[in-house]
């Protein structure tokens, strides 16, 4: 795990809701393949993969869990907590330039429009418009044991932080 390789290091952990991130794999795989329906295969496959890259950090919590600095994305794309993630690094963020040279390379076809983007409020909710509603409770059945211990711990955060954290899904 990263905590033994990188035994100083620091982590900043973005929560995003698992419907979020499904539905905009769904959006690049419409782009690849926009006359293939989106199999419910597709959708397992895409929960398995938020599930399989939270599910290390939830392990590891006794090993770095002093280590990381939790937020949501909501809150990155709203501008909250900068001056959180520059306490806990311990650095200056210059958000004028933090997204000059962000592309990266990619092929169009593996990413979304805002991918190069500064996130923004803009990706959040898209879920409702890009998933289907059996898609939607797909994820959710999918993913809900993982998000729910990811927004528990969001929900633990002092006072400040806990104003702006993505809220459990009821």
Request: proline share 6%.
């Amino acid at each position: 795990s990263y905590a033994h390789l990188l035994p100083l290091a620091k982590f900043a952990v973005v929560v995003r809701d698992p419907r979020e991130v499904i539905a905009s794999r769904n959006e690049v795989f419409r782009k690849q393949s926009p006359n293939a329906p989106i199999e419910e295969s597709h959708v397992r496959y895409a929960c398995k993969q938020y599930v399989d890259y939270y599910q290390p950090v939830l392990d590891s919590l006794d090993k770095i869990g002093a280590r990381i600095l939790w937020f949501g994305y909501d809150e990155i794309a709203a501008g909250h907590r900068l001056g959180d993630i520059e306490e806990f690094f311990d650095i200056h963020v210059q958000l004028d330039k933090l997204w000059q040279n962000a592309d990266l390379g990619f092929d169009p076809e593996w990413v979304t429009e805002l991918y190069y983007a500064q996130p923004s409020t803009a990706s959040v909710g898209r879920h409702k418009k890009l998933l289907s509603e059996e898609h939607a409770q797909l994820v959710d059945s999918e993913t809900g044991a993982i998000y729910e211990a990811l927004t528990s711990i969001l929900a633990r955060r002092p006072a400040e932080a806990k104003r702006r954290s993505p809220q459990p899904r009821v």
